[in-house]
C-alpha cells in the first residue's frame, strides 16, 4: 500500500486479556520498528526487524510482550495477560533502508490505541 | 544514554507569525542525527526535518528551519509564516545505537511541545 497500515485502530482489553495488533509496511520496506506512546509522552522504542529478523528487542517492557515478522513483511505485536500500564499507543514504523540507512525515510502508521480496563 | 529534552509543554503562535520550538539533547558522540517530527490528531509521525550533526549548515525545509548548535547541543525548530495545519504535537528526536550495536539504530524522542495555531 501507500503508506503502513496499522490494525485496529482502537482496542480496549479487560486485565488479563491477550491482544495482537498488527502493522502492515510499505511494500518492500526491509527496516520495521515498534514504538509504545503513554499517554502526554514521545514514543519509545520496543523493537526493530530488518526483514524477518528481529535485530533487537531491548525496549520490549516485559516478557508478556512478544514481536514477529515472520515472512520479512506483515508483524504482530502480541501482549499477554494484558495490564493497565500497558494502556498506550502503539505505532509501526517501516523503512526501505536496513541498519544506518533505515532513518533516512521513516515512514509512521496512524498506531493503535489500547485500553486496558 | 542519550536524553532529549522539550523544555516548552505547549507553546502558541498567531497565524503568519513565526515561533521557535525548544530541544536540547545528550550525547558523547560525535556523528548523530536529530529530527523534529510532528504529530496530529490522527497520531501518525510526519518527518519534519532532519540535520546530520557533521553538516554546520542549518537545514531548512520551506518554513522550517531549524538552529543546530552542536556545541550547546542544541536543536531548535522555527516555523515561518505559521498556518493553522501547523497545529500538533512536535517531537524532537534523536538517532541512538541500539544495545544489538552494529548498524542498528532507534530513534529517542523527547516529551513533545503541543503547539496551537491562533487565526
Redesign the interface.
Known amino acids: 500500500g501507500a503508506g503502513v497500515s496499522q490494525s485496529p485502530r482502537y482496542k480496549v482489553a479487560k486485565r488479563g486479556q491477550d491482544v495482537a495488533l498488527r502493522c502492515d509496511p510499505i511494500s518492500g520496506h526491509v527496516s520495521l ?1 515498534w ?1 509504545q506512546q503513554a499517554l ?6 520496543l523493537t ?1 526487524f ?1 526483514n524477518e529478523a528481529q ?2 528487542k ?2 520490549l517492557p516485559s516478557d508478556r510482550f512478544f514481536a514477529e515478522r515472520p515472512e520479512g513483511s506483515v508483524s504482530t505485536l502480541k501482549i499477554q495477560r494484558t495490564q493497565q500500564e500497558d494502556s498506550a ?1 502503539y ?1 509501526c ?1 517501516s523503512s526501505l533502508g ?3 540507512r ?2 533516512y525515510g ?1 515512514t ?4 493503535t ?1 489500547l485500553t486496558v480496563v | 544514554a542519550q536524553t ?1 529534552t522539550q523544555s516548552q509543554p505547549e507553546m502558541s503562535v498567531q497565524e503568519a507569525e513565526t515561533v521557535t520550538l525548544s530541544c536540547t539533547y545528550d550525547t558523547s558522540e560525535s556523528d548523530y ?1 536529530l ?1 523534529w517530527y510532528k504529530q496530529p490528531p ?6 519534519v526535518i532532519r540535520q546530520e550533526a557533521y553538516k554546520q549548515q542549518n537545514a531548512t525545509e520551506n518554513r522550517f528551519s531549524v538552529n543546530f548548535q552542536k556545541a550547546a547541543k542544541s536543536f531548535s525548530l522555527k516555523i515561518s509564516d505559521s498556518q493553522l495545519g501547523d497545529a500538533a504535537m512536535y ?1 524532537c ?1 534523536y ?1 541512538s545505537r ?3 550495536g ?11 511541545t503541543l503547539l496551537t495555531v491562533n487565526p
Open positions: 520498528f514504538y502526554g509522552q514521545g514514543p519509545e522504542f526493530y530488518q535485530l533487537d531491548s525496549g499507543v505505532l514504523a536496513g541498519g544506518f533505515a532513518h521513516y509512521f502508521g496512524s498506531g490505541r | 532529549v542525527y529530527f490522527s497520531r501518525q509521525m510526519i518527518l517531537f528526536a538517532r541500539l544495545p544489538s552494529g548498524s542498528n539504530y532507534k530513534l529517542t524522542f523527547g516529551k513533545g
